[in-house]
């Protein structure tokens, strides 16, 4: 009898134990689910941040274009009479004579060295203008379009970043150091970063053009938001050749104060530019920078 | 039950009933991770190391190992990824996963998950920041997450008998004592 209720004991306790065994079995079957749930979720983390960010660069791509015909054709032909015309346009002061350093030279020519970012609205407007100057002396190729930023004007321009010279005169060297974004673009050599060093110790402002280390610009001469906001790159480039316009007055303007700043470091050639009425004019403005700026050595 | 009883109780169920399998491939991911994060970081250190990867367009190892994003509170990113792998290796062995104290298992799974979290940091950076990704990256970023969900069905692979255990009549009849299977 004792022997019976042993036995029974046994088996209840071997029942208690099996069925405990199940509920683990469960337990552990539901925690592989809610570990997959995690891993799952993680990789819905990763994939949405992988697929946005794929859509982000093909919007941003979609922003840079090569530039169309048509405004490639404007920026080259832009007609010396209107040119002419503008003079120094509407543009505010800005070039600073460059003293105490040594030509800024490339290749064996005078070097221009350009360094912006294509968020930025003012580099957005002297892009037109430098494009115009440059195209007097050499040729432009690999141009884009872009847009400035969109919180910052969301300006029509060109971008630098994937750009060809070749001219007998001169040097260009852009460097497009930040994107639309406000993400590092491209870097600024060691020599690239000494200059600005040594010429603007307290920080360089978008856009920094040094002609030559014969004269720099640090910032715009113009304000585009006022005199190009809301076109698309086509309508600048069909306004900046049109003297009457407020797009005109201002690129043409800055362009020919970049073409007098050139012309000194190519011994005003060639002369047909160089010795235009607009350079003329231009030059007595840099002239005029010249005694009212202090060095910037 | 206070907790000192829990850990007597979770110590005398004895080492958990592992497969085989998971010692071995959580150890190789490691291993893994531990060589090409030792690869970045030699290239991190040494500018003549290069990385044999793209180092242009979308694919540019370039720009994302020498990014600003490459350094976190200071250290570099490729060390960090070294000091990882190198710290949870010792939570990989087989001692290790065969351990029932719940500061092993809990240092594993937290250490894991604390990975992951950082990858998917620097994914971000690489989409949203750099505009670039970087190959080697991806390999390590890849072995942190194989190792996480590793560990993760680990761990629900091998919960300790110790969890709810009321008394020693719940583990198999005539076993006092978990071992590995075979």
């Not at chain 1, 290749?107 to 892009?127: D, H, N, T």
């Not at chain 1, 005199?227 to 600048?236: F, T």
């Amino acid at each position: 009898m004792a022997r019976d209720g042993q036995q029974r004991k046994n088996e209840v306790r071997e029942r208690a134990r099996i069925r405990r065994e199940q509920e683990r079995k469960r337990a552990r079957q539901r925690k592989i689910l809610t570990y997959s749930g995690v891993i799952a979720a993680v990789v819905a983390v990763i994939a949405v941040i992988v697929i946005v960010g794929v859509v982000n660069k093909s919007s941003d791509k979609n922003v840079r274009a090569t530039a169309s015909d048509q405004i490639v054709n404007a920026i080259k032909n832009v007609q010396p009479a209107n040119l002419d015309a503008v003079g120094v346009g509407s543009i505010q002061a800005g070039f600073q004579p460059v003293s105490n350093q040594p030509a800024l030279v490339s290749g064996g020519k005078p070097e221009v060295l350009y360094i912006g970012a294509e968020f930025c609205p003012f580099c957005a407007g002297e892009r037109w203008s430098l494009a115009i100057a440059l195209s007097r002396f050499g040729t432009l190729t690999g141009l884009e379009t872009t847009r400035s930023a969109t919180d910052d004007g969301n300006i029509a321009t060109l971008t630098f970043l994937n750009a060809k010279y070749t001219s007998d005169y001169l040097t260009f060297t852009p460097v497009e150091a930040e994107d639309r974004q406000r993400k590092d673009l491209q870097k600024l050599t060691d020599d690239q970063q000494k200059l600005v060093s040594a010429l603007l110790p307290k920080g360089l402002s978008f856009p920094f053009i040094d002609f030559g280390n014969k004269y720099m610009l640090n910032g715009g001469q113009f304000d585009p938001t006022s005199s190009l906001s809301g076109m698309s790159a086509e309508q600048i480039a069909t306004a900046m050749s049109n003297p009457s316009t407020d797009a005109g007055k201002a690129i043409m303007g800055s362009a020919n104060v970049m073409t007098a700043a050139i012309c000194k470091l190519t011994n005003n050639q060639p002369a047909n530019v160089c010795s235009s009425t607009a350079v003329t004019a231009a030059q007595s403005a840099l002239a005029s920078a010249g005694n009212t700026s202090s060095s910037s050595s | 039950m206070n907790l000192s009883a829990l850990l007597r109780r979770r110590v005398q169920a004895g080492p958990l009933d592992v497969p085989f399998w998971l010692p071995a491939v959580s150890l190789l991911f490691a291993v893994f991770g531990i060589g090409v994060a030792t690869y970045l970081t030699i290239a991190h250190f040494d500018e003549s190391v290069s990385l044999v990867c793209s180092d242009n367009g979308a694919v540019n190892c370039g720009k994302v190992t020498t990014s600003a994003q490459s350094y976190f509170l200071g250290l570099p990113v490729a060390a960090l990824g070294l000091a990882y792998f190198v710290g949870i290796l010792p939570l990989l062995v087989p001692a290790a996963w065969r351990s029932p104290l719940w500061v092993v298992r809990t240092a594993r799974i937290v250490a894991s998950a604390v990975g992951v979290v950082f990858i998917v940091r620097l994914i971000y950076a690489e989409m949203f920041w750099i505009h670039a990704i970087c190959l080697w990256c991806t390999a390590v970023h890849a072995l942190t997450f194989l190792l996480f969900v590793v560990i993760l069905l680990g761990h629900a692979l091998t919960a300790p008998y110790g969890d709810d255990v009321n008394d020693e009549d719940d583990l198999p009849a005539g076993r006092k004592t978990a071992t590995v299977r075979r």
